[in-house]
């Protein structure tokens, strides 16, 4: 297995063992999940309303959209660079995907607020609440209960959208997931998404965005993924490809060359 240099700090939360993949699971959800005939419909509308929004200012392109199941549990594993970037893969897959979302969607104030909180909500979306550690335990298991449905789980293993365009280290969570439930992960690099709409801009702007899908990655099934081991090994396996799914797109070497010229903070970086 390639090896991969990580340089910025990590965060490793514990959860309790998941539970695998199978579809009479029962797995509580937090209360900001839902599942019923209400959020699918809202979803539908959803996508509806937001696919000719963005084919009309973004024009996505999207590769490798074959590389997602028809049928079955899947984790999508993307980076993370602009809060939009859960609506360009929404819009792209056929199939419904639930993301874990931050807790803030739900209770930022204003306009803003209420936009994501009528996206995430309506729409069947997990809240995970970064800074408890319990209510992250439980948004995992709801992720868990989502795979056990047969259903897409969307998560940004980075924890948080890039501050400069540039891929971080990712945390422990979705390999775990991978492990104890045995599901594929399909690594995503998303490309344009950051000049669209950074973390310090309110509005977006015309752009080009672009997905890559990746092939399936499959790990053996785990009883106990709690190790640090494991985990660490298969978040390196996950990153990797990610990372070149971002490098192999047109103009990625420009766009690297630029964005070493900004800021000083340190990216995952692969020797």
């Known amino acids: 297995m390639p090896q991969v240099q990580t340089l910025v700090g990590q965060v490793d939360i514990a959860v309790p063992q998941l539970v695998p993949a199978q579809r009479d699971s029962t797995i509580a959800a937090p209360a900001a999940h839902r599942a019923d005939a209400w959020s699918r419909i809202s979803y539908v509308c959803m996508k509806k309303v937001l696919s000719p929004i963005c084919q009309a200012f973004w024009h996505p392109l999207v590769e490798g959209l074959e590389n997602i199941p028809t049928d079955g549990p899947a984790i999508i594993a993307s980076n993370h660079l602009s809060a939009l970037d859960a609506v360009f893969l929404a819009v792209a897959s056929d199939r419904r995907i639930t993301f874990l979302a931050k807790s803030e969607y739900f209770t930022t104030p204003g306009l803003k ?143 690297r060359a630029l964005q070493g010229l900004l800021g000083t903070c340190q990216p995952m970086t692969i020797r």
């Open 113 to 255: 607020g209420m936009a994501g909180k009528m996206f995430v909500a309506a729409t069947g979306q997990i809240a995970v609440d970064r800074g408890n550690r319990r209510k992250a335990n439980a948004a995992l298991q709801a992720g868990a209960g989502v795979l056990s449905r047969g259903d897409l789980l969307a998560i940004f293993p980075e924890g948080t959208r890039s501050p400069d365009g540039r891929l971080y280290r990712g945390k422990h969570g979705v390999a775990r997931l991978a492990l104890e439930t045995g599901v594929p992960v399909i690594p995503v690099g998303l490309i344009g998404t950051f000049q669209v709409l950074p973390m310090d801009r309110r509005l977006p702007r015309a752009g080009r965005v672009q997905m890559r899908f990746g092939q399936p990655l499959t790990f053996p099934r785990m009883t106990d993924g709690r190790t640090g081991l494991a985990q660490r090994a298969a978040t390196e396996q996950i990153m990797k490809p990610i990372q070149e799914l971002v490098r192999a797109a047109p103009g990625g070497h420009l766009r």
